[in-house]
């Protein structure tokens, strides 16, 4: 498979999620997905992409204001 694309089994790995937890991630649209076939896969891009937005959300939720 492509080295860009990743799947389910990868994507749970690289975020430390279970099977579910990335099932609902996909479906709530947190995730862009996409099929080859029947198998479900990820662009390595997307899951940066959605990396990025998270922890950047973070850093500003924690900023205080003095």
Request: contains cysteine; hydrophobic residues 30%; positive net charge.
């Given at each position: ?8 089994p ?40 959605y ?16």
């Open positions: 498979m492509n080295e860009n694309l990743i799947t389910i990868q994507l749970c790995k690289e975020l430390g999620i279970g099977k579910s937890t990335a099932y609902k991630m996909l479906k709530s649209g947190q995730i862009a997905y996409g099929h080859i076939g029947r198998k479900i896969v990820i662009h390595r891009s997307e899951l940066e992409r990396i990025l937005q998270t922890t950047h959300k973070k850093e500003n939720t924690s900023t205080s204001i003095s």
